[in-house]
Structure formats: C-alpha cells, structure tokens
C-alpha cells in the first residue's frame, strides 16, 4: 500500500494504462488462438479493495465495466465515479450476496453475477421491481461443488433458472463461475460449458459465461468466456483478504 500510495496520480494512470493494455493484448491473443472475435468479450475491471480514482482513470482509458465484491464498498464507489465521470460506467456485482444486501444493489449495478440460490434470486426480483429496466442476472455455478465458496451445483442450476425467469423484475442473461483452487481451469471451464449449452435448451437468451480472472482467463475464452473479470493483472496485487 505505501508504495502504491506514494505514486503520483500521473504515475498512477501510466501504470494502469500499461496493464490494461497487457490484458487487452492477452485477450487478443487468447481471441486469435481460438479462432474467436475479439468484439465477442467483454473486459470487466475489477476494483475491489482499490479506490474510486482508479475506477476514474480506467475509464478515461477506456474501460467501461467495473466489478466489485461488497456492498458497502461498491456503493460509495459507484456513487463518487458517477460524480467525477460523464461517461457511463457499468457496475457487476460478483461476490457474494446476502438477502439484506439486494435492496442496495441494485441501486447501483447494471448486472449481477452470483444469484446461486432461490432465496437470493427472489429477495433480488422484490428489490429490482422499482427499476425501470429488469436487472441483469447470472447463475453463479458451482465447479466443485463446494458451498462455502459459492456458486450452485450444476444440478440444481435448471431449477433456479426457471425460478429467475418467472421473475419480471429479473433478466437472466447466463451464468458465471470461478474455477476451483489449484484445478486445472481448462477442466473446469470444459464443465461450465457443457453446463451452461444444457441451460440454453430452455433458456436460449442466457447467452452471458462470465469466467476468467487475471490467471486464467486464456483457459476461459478457449471455453466460450464472454465476460472475463480482471483484478490483479490490471490494479495490481491486494492486501490480503481483499
Ligand atoms: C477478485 C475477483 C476477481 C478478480 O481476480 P484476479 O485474480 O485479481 O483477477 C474475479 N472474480 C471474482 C468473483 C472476484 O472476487
């Protein structure tokens, strides 16, 4: 922190505008290797543990799709880059979310990626019924099954899905995952993807595969990532238990 602190904000931008264009050449690359078009994914930056100004300076560069992890820190971010930015800045809720937090996010995101259970997908629908457009929705999906770390199992996934979509309030647009701790994420990205074109035989509009983080994310669009969410490779390393 104290080096990162000491930078000027100058410093700063050049640093994140060299980073984010590591990623964007990554994701170029990782494009051209599967025979796929760069325009079909999406770069979400995220900011978590970092602050607003950041959020400010990848926008002018460019980024347009930020994701954060809690609440509380998201919305006093989002609501000072809306101050300082004129151009819109999408926010992506990605970490875990408690019923008494729904109310609260959806003031702020334009999608959220880790509905994994119905509770959670209904207190969300009662919370998005003000907006004027549905909210955005994935299915976090759980690759090893482990519910501390969240995501629901894949066999329960068709079942909340048909509970989202009843909802009009909600949009469910696909699914999102992180692989599993120290598995091999081509392994785990080949599962999401037989998941996610057995969810589509319903749910044809659930079109979105949020995966890949900044280690992984070539394994991610080799397996039909649409939507990659970058952390560390673009702000650089978080303190722990960021
Ligand atoms: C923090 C986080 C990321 C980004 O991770 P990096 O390894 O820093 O790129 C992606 N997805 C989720 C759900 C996260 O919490």
Partial sequence: MSTRAALTTEQRRAELAANLARVRARIVAACGAAGRRRGEI???????????????????????????????????????????????VRWHFVGRLQRNKCRSVVRYAAMVHSVDR????????????????????????????????????????????????????????????????????????????QAVSKLRRDHPEATVVSAGMSGDLEAAIRHGATHVRVGSALLGSRPPLG
Avoid: W
Wanted: negative net charge.
């Fill in 42 to 88: 999406t770069l979400i930056a995220v900011t978590k543990t970092f602050p607003a100004s950041d959020v400010i300076a990848l926008a002018a560069l460019g980024v347009r799709d930020v994701g954060e992890n809690r609440d509380q820190e998201a919305a006093v971010k989002a609501a000072e880059v809306a101050e300082a930015v004129q151009e819109d």
């Fill in 118 to 193: 119905a509770p959670v997908a209904d207190a969300l629908a009662a919370a998005a019924a003000g907006r004027p457009q549905p909210l955005d929705v994935l299915i976090q999906v759980s690759l090893d099954g482990d519910p501390k770390r969240g995501g629901m199992a894949i066999p329960g996934v068709a079942e909340l899905a048909d509970r989202i979509a009843q909802r009009p309030s909600l949009r469910l647009r696909g699914v999102m995952a992180v692989a599993p701790l120290g598995s091999d994420p081509d392994v785990a990205y080949q599962q999401l993807r």
